[in-house]
């Protein structure tokens, strides 16, 4: 029976630098939900797909093929059998992400394939309804968050590294209806599960972050494995 830890939280709250970490250090597969999402995203855009074309999305869903694989120092994203890492983080697939995302057939398609990913290993999932309507049942909940302002530096950040360099009250604006929209989301809306542990990581190291949560996790591990002895 696999092991799961479930990372939710807004648009640059660390749930991805996080659980790219507590993945390795458990040697549990990382799935990052929100990358699958803007694969389909760049898969559309690079195809002119209009989102009303229902016909030719379930045509990209059908031939696309995800999946990650370990890197140097973080987990890369392959589409197709192309490295996608950095194109999926250009601002052009985030501003278009949300609206893909919103779709019920693209969320349909991923939610299995999300599922059929931690059937076979113990998973660190991260995005923004893993704990609520991917895998409710996670052994393990978090959601983390950040100060606004916080937030959008360290997006603005990853944009500039990508070679993208936005003042930081536009990068504000965005990441407000980016976090808008997906709260608002019909399916798989930006949620807090009742059962999460709630973490503001604003004034916090990625060291002192992980030492908290791995924390947390050695102790529902533990709590498992006595379970099934």
């Known amino acids: 029976m696999s092991f799961i830890v479930a990372i939710d939280g807004p648009t640059s709250s660390g749930k991805s630098t996080i659980a790219n970490i507590i993945a390795k250090e458990l040697g549990f597969v990382y799935i990052q939900t929100g990358a699958m999402y803007r694969c389909v995203t760049l ?23 995800i999946y990650f694989v370990k890197g ?8 197709n059998g192309k490295d996608v890492t950095e194109l999926i983080r250009t601002k052009n ?16 398609k ?18 923004r309804d893993t704990g609520t309507t991917v895998f409710p049942n996670a052994d393990v909940k978090f959601f983390l968050t950040a100060n606004p302002i916080v937030r959008a530096k360290r997006k603005q950040q990853e944009l500039a590294q990508l070679g993208e ?19 608002k989301r019909k399916d798989g809306a930006l949620k807090r ?22 924390g947390f996790i050695k102790e529902k591990y533990k709590e498992k494995e006595e379970k099934y002895i």
Do not use: P
Not at 49 to 65: A, C, D, G, H, P
Not at 112 to 127: F, I
Not at 193 to 214: H, T, Y
């Open 165 to 183: 360099n936005l003042e930081l009250i536009n990068v504000l604006k965005s990441m407000y209806k980016w976090d808008e929209d997906a709260i």
């Open 72 to 79: 140097q120092k973080r987990q890369r994203v392959i589409m």
């Open 110 to 127: 991923l939610l299995q394939e999300q599922r059929r990913m931690s059937s076979y290993s113990n998973v660190v999932v991260e995005g």
């Open 43 to 65: 898969e559309l855009l690079n195809n002119k797909v209009s989102l009303s074309n229902s016909e030719q999305i379930r045509k990209i869903l059908e031939r696309i093929n």
């Open 193 to 214: 599960a009742k059962d999460s542990i709630f973490i503001d990581s604003s004034e916090m190291s990625v060291e002192e972050l992980k030492g908290k949560m791995m």
């Open 93 to 108: 697939v985030t501003d278009y992400c949300s609206d893909v995302a919103s779709l019920s057939e693209v969320r349909h």
